[in-house]
């Protein structure tokens, strides 16, 4: 577990420029309205936190990369979906 926290903070440190930008974009979008799960109809503001967007960038990545890899995320990634 050391061990994937310490990749994990230096993929962050590797990728700072990147991450501030997906970070300031991510949490200037607003409100949103909920259309599922617990929040569903509410509308609340998007908060992530860096963390949290190295999470969805790593499991995207995992989706695509992985193996085996999620069929429609790969297909995607390919162009091959509309």
């Known amino acids: 577990m050391r061990a994937v926290q310490r990749a994990v903070r230096a993929l962050g440190r ?6 501030a930008e997906l970070y300031a974009y991510a949490n200037s979008l607003g409100l949103t309205r909920c259309t599922a799960g617990t929040f569903k109809g509410e509308v609340i503001p998007v908060t992530l936190s860096k963390v949290r967007i190295l999470d969805i960038l790593l499991w995207a990545d995992a989706a695509i990369h992985g193996s085996p890899p999620h069929q429609l995320w ?7 979906t509309e």
Do not use: F, I
């Open 74 to 80: 790969a297909a995607w990634s390919k162009g091959e």
């Open 14 to 19: 590797d990728n700072q420029t990147g991450l």
